[in-house]
């Protein structure tokens, strides 16, 4: 499968030096880390122990369209994405989602309707320096087949053949939820708090704050008529920020870097929907107001 990965950070570069074992990946991505896979090769380490030469541009420029456009930017640039695909990606282009915080599937779907996948990934990346990125688990990726069955297998086929493990979910917005519901748990407080992940169970005090925020977003959820796929999130969430205790988390990294956050894809969507089915959310809005109160938010 021809395959573009739009955003190529840490989780898009892992991603297609994987993919590229079995299918002709091209990354796009910022010029200083697409400069260094160019003339180095992208190496990927850690889980998984890999040297690949991979195409590499900073624009879609001169690149013919793909048979699936991958978008893993930041979720708050989902809509610039789009701007810059529109006129690119062919009418047949499949585009797929694997971005973190809510709203980027109903961006993708607005363009290109049911040739738009959902899905999500718990693969752990970290882009240590341009050219290099380090894997902490390949993790599970779920695509969604809500609206093309067979479309949504093909992308499957083509990620199970090089070796991720890969499913797909007829409700892949329950899976969506999910995801942001543990990223509001622990993203803003490792932030905040400027901790790997697993230190959230260490003390009573931010176990709690976990339960809170938890609590908030399944009520957000089930006035939003969403089915989640775990009977309990609160165990989900703790059951992630155990498996990945020494993770520091995308937006903690965000944090130290100066970059600008997803805090209002994630804390801040709960807030939006919680206001728009009267759900109070005072703990998601206080991780939201400190996050963005540290900087780029």
């Not at 809510?102 to 240590?128: D, H, Y």
Request: one cysteine or more; charged letters at 25%.
């Amino acid at each position: 499968m021809r395959i573009v990965i739009f955003g190529a950070g840490s989780l898009g570069s892992a991603l297609g030096a994987l993919l590229s074992r079995g299918n002709e990946v091209v990354l796009v991505g910022r010029k200083e880390n697409m400069s260094a896979v160019r003339s180095r090769g992208l190496r990927v380490f850690g889980d998984v122990d890999i040297k690949v030469k991979i195409d590499a541009h900073e624009s879609i420029r001169r690149i013919d369209p793909p048979e699936l456009l991958i978008v893993t930017t930041k979720a708050y640039d989902t809509v610039s994405a789009v701007r810059a695909c529109t006129k690119w990606a062919s009418g047949d282009s499949r585009v797929l989602t694997l971005q973190n915080g809510l709203g980027n599937l109903e961006i993708l779907r607005k363009w290109k309707g049911e040739r738009a996948f959902g899905g999500t990934t718990t693969m752990g990346a970290n882009l240590v320096e341009p050219g290099r990125v380090r894997l902490s688990g390949l993790g599970r990726t779920v695509i969604g087949s809500d609206l093309d069955a067979a479309g949504a297998r093909s992308i499957v086929r083509a990620f199970s053949d090089c070796g991720l493990p890969t499913v797909t979910n007829k409700d892949v917005e329950g899976e969506i939820w999910a995801k942001a519901i543990v990223s509001a748990c622990i993203n803003p407080m490792t932030g905040i708090l400027r901790v790997p992940n697993g230190r959230l169970l260490d003390s009573v005090v931010t176990a709690r704050m976990l339960n809170e925020i938890c609590d908030e977003c399944e009520a957000v959820s089930e006035a939003m008529r969403i089915r989640l796929p775990y009977r309990s999130m609160v165990r989900r969430v703790r059951a992630v920020a155990r498996d990945t205790r020494g993770n520091r988390s995308s937006m903690l990294q965000d944090i130290e870097r100066g970059k600008r956050t997803e805090i209002a894809q994630i804390s801040g969507a709960f807030v939006r929907y919680g206001q728009a089915k009267k759900i109070r959310t005072p703990f998601n809005l206080t991780m939201l107001t400190m996050v963005e109160a540290l900087g780029k938010g």
